[in-house]
């Protein structure tokens, strides 16, 4: 397994090898993110993710099947469901942070700009530094707030202008004004939701294109999640999001689109699967499958 | 009644350790009287004309040691990486257990592997590396039979392996799971979460391990003994002939020349027991200075 290997320049070059800094484009014109005008909130934008048919397993068992969904450039996109239904398998997938799981493979495709997520060429190194994660709970390193930001743009060679990158970095996070006095001090001494905000802060201090958060609020008091809420509808405009999110308030308050997956049953099996995708309005207002409206009215799961 | 039973323990324990101190200082008293605290710097060692300094033993074994852990720390630790984050499962299942095993042979076959095997392949290596390295006067004229300290390094190196690879293992496998899928979510490789993450992280455990190897290596008497040469003498090169303090004991013991001769063996006792404890204080402290104690503790 030579995964690792970042230098890999192909002829069609799956993703752009070694270590470019990808520059983050400036936002799009300010269209609001809800339907306007009876126009869906990604008929004028870029697919970031095409995924086709994915399914995933854990050795013999299917966590995940059948799912077919694009993921649009400057949204959010929420993914809801039942616990146990796939949604962290999914998320995790899509910057294969799973490859590590002794038995997971997926089937079907995952493509991100083009570009074959799992294909021989890519390199999963390359794919994490453009697609990354925050997770459920929050996994500050055992180092100075500092160091936790400016650790990932080091390795990656971004040193120049390195104080004000992890500054950026904080202020974008809602973070700088409580920690700005005390940068050289441990990361394990803050508050939870100021933990996970270092997180989001260290995330986006490399400049990724995407953005995935596994319920990044879950672990949170409500005033944390609300800073955290908040902090969506300010990133989407540098990053494309994806949030998994097991409250449904928090999907419809910060999400574009919204998908649902359930669990599914054939015989035995029980696996999750995609059962509707759309705007988050019509997914919380107008779901046309049954399933989707008895979840989002809290009929279940 | 499990709480008296545990607190015996500890009593005896520490009964046991002070009688050890009591035996050797009241059995060394004439070599101690005679020799005082000019005994640790003094190299000489001649039985027959009363004469015994404990310097050159203190030498040999301080040198010996810090070869074995020049060569075993480094590739110790690189076997815990190995084992713990990039073995694949069959592979740590089976290496794990039997590096672990290695620490199980007892010293008196590490003695005669050192002998047969190790003697002989140092004698062969020992001109290859002066012509190479023979500016540095660790590297000095070879000698002809392999008997040296290097060879004394490397069986040391080969016992304290085991304890350095499988505590490090121990303590790599510790580091909570988020914390490297954190670093990878940056787009960090393999080798930039051991070296941001999990070496830091860990770096007082693994510290602390290697001094329990040291501490190790500081006492072994039998293993050494067959390939060191028991020469008391003072040399800068490895490739020299030299001897330690529990070497020296285990060599001579049974044969005294004098009651004094038996005496300065049990002064270099003594000095010993103060080393090892020196040594695992030393140990305490890193760990402790970190709070992996407990770790530490669990796993040794
Ligand atoms: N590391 C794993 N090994 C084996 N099975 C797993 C692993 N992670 C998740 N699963 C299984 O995959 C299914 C989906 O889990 P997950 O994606 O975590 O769901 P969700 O995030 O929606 O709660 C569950 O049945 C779970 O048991
Ligand atoms: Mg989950």
Redesign the interface.
Same mark, same amino acid.
Do not use: Q, S, T
């Given at each position: 397994m030579s995964v690792?290997d970042?230098t890999a320049g192909a002829p069609d070059a799956p993703l752009p090898a070694g270590r470019v800094r990808i520059r983050t484009e400036p936002s799009l014109p300010a269209i609001t993110a809800q339907a306007v005008n009876g126009r869906s909130a990604h008929e004028t934008r870029e697919a970031v993710f095409d995924i086709r048919d994915l399914a995933a397993y854990y050795g013999a068992n299917c966590a995940l099947a059948g799912t077919t969904l694009r993921i649009y450039r400057n949204l959010v996109t929420a993914v809801i469901g039942p616990s146990g239904c796939g949604k962290s398998t999914f998320i995790r997938s899509l910057?294969r &942070?799973n490859d590590?799981i002794?038995g997971f493979r997926v089937t079907g495709q995952i493509q991100y700009h083009g570009h074959d997520v799992y294909g021989s060429r890519a390199n999963r =190194?390359?794919v994490?530094?453009?697609i990354? &994660?925050?997770?459920q709970?929050p996994?500050?390193?055992?180092?100075s707030i500092f160091d936790n930001v400016a650790?990932?743009p080091r390795?990656?060679g971004m040193k120049r202008r390195l104080a004000d990158r992890v500054e950026q970095a904080l202020i974008q996070a809602a973070l700088w004004d409580e920690v700005k006095d005390r940068l050289h001090d441990s990361a394990l001494g803050l508050s939870g939701g100021q933990q996970q905000r270092l997180?989001i802060a260290?995330?986006i201090a =490399?400049e990724p294109d995407v953005l995935l958060l596994d319920e990044p609020a879950s672990a949170l008091d409500p005033v944390s999640t609300a800073s955290i809420e908040d902090l969506m509808h300010n990133l989407k405009h540098r990053f494309t999001i994806v949030i998994v999110t097991h409250n449904m308030q928090q999907a419809a308050r910060v999400a574009d689109r919204t998908a649902f997956f359930s669990l599914d049953t054939a015989g035995p099996e029980r696996f999750g699967t995609l059962v509707e995708y759309g705007d988050t309005e019509t997914i919380f207002r107008g779901a046309s499958d049954s399933r989707t409206r008895d979840y989002v009215a809290g009929r279940f799961g | 009644m499990l709480f008296g039973l545990c607190a015996v323990a500890g009593v005896i324990v520490v009964l046991t350790l002070v009688d050890v101190v009591y035996q050797l200082a009241s059995n060394g008293s004439e070599a101690i009287n005679r020799f005082g605290l000019g005994f640790l710097i003094h190299t000489a060692w001649k039985p027959g004309f009363n004469t015994e300094g404990a310097g050159a033993l203190i030498y040999g074994t301080a040198f010996s040691s810090l070869i074995a852990l020049v060569l075993a720390a480094p590739l110790g630790i690189a076997i815990g990486l190995y084992l713990s984050m990039m073995a694949p499962r069959r592979v740590r299942a089976v290496v794990g257990p039997l590096v672990e095993m290695l620490a199980a042979v007892p010293s008196i076959i590490y003695g005669f592997w050192g002998l047969v095997v190790l003697v002989p392949f140092v004698d062969h290596l020992e001109p290859g590396l002066h012509s190479a390295l023979g500016f540095i006067p660790l590297f000095g004229q070879p000698t002809t039979t392999g008997i040296s300290l290097l060879s004394a390094g490397i069986v040391l190196a080969v016992m304290v392996l085991p304890i350095i690879s499988a505590l490090s293992r121990d303590l790599f496998l510790t580091v909570p799971r988020e914390l490297k899928e954190g670093a990878e979510a940056l787009g960090a490789t393999r080798w930039e979460v051991i070296r941001g993450i999990v070496l830091p992280s860990t770096a007082s455990g693994v510290g602390a391990a290697v001094v329990l190897g040291l501490g190790r290596a500081l006492g072994e008497a039998i293993a050494v003994s067959f390939v060191i040469g028991d020469v008391s003498a003072i040399h800068g090169s490895v490739f020299q002939p030299a001897s330690t303090a529990a070497e020296r004991i285990a060599n001579q013991f049974q044969g005294p020349v004098n009651a004094l001769h038996l005496s300065a063996m049990f002064y270099v006792g003594l000095v010993l027991v103060a080393i090892g404890m020196l040594t695992s204080i030393a140990a305490r402290m890193i760990a402790g200075r970190f709070d992996v104690q407990r770790t530490i503790g669990t796993i040794y």
């Open positions: 690792e970042r910057n &942070m590590a002794p =190194v390359e994490r530094r453009r990354g &994660m925050v997770f709970k996994n500050p390193f055992p180092k650790w990932a390795n990656l997180c260290r995330a =490399v | -």
